[in-house]
Nanobody
């Protein structure tokens, strides 16, 4: 089993920045594929970014968000810049033992509880 826990959400004005963190335990962290998803109220969960030995981004966040990982700290980060009101959502960290960078939520076995990010206009 892998335990996943996010932190770092909050309220920020449009144009501002936030950094989310996600700590994972229970497996060798460097062997896990990690990703961030988000779910806005009334909408389906959507892919934001993933990281293995490469990174992938959804088009709406490309060039604004940066995903990174610190294997020595068992942590993955999501640096969010130039935030927009449409980025408001609950952000979830996910992990997979398949070490894939896929964008479908069904490909991830382990999930955190989520952290709220609210961007005011």
């Amino acid at each position: 089993q892998v335990q996943v826990a996010e932190s770092g959400g909050g309220l920020v004005q449009a144009g501002g920045s936030l950094r989310l963190s996600c700590a994972a335990s229970g497996r060798t962290f460097s062997s896990l594929g990690m990703a961030w998803f988000r779910q806005a109220s009334g909408k389906e969960r959507e892919f934001v970014a993933s990281i293995t030995w490469i990174t992938r981004y959804a088009d709406p966040v490309k060039d604004r968000f940066v995903i990174s990982r610190a294997d020595a700290k068992n942590t993955v980060y999501l640096q969010m810049n130039s935030l927009k009101p449409e980025d408001t959502a609950v952000y979830y960290c996910a992990a997979t033992e398949l070490y894939s960078g896929r964008s479908d939520p069904v490909d991830y076995e382990y999930w955190g509880q989520g952290t709220q990010v609210t961007v005011s206009s």
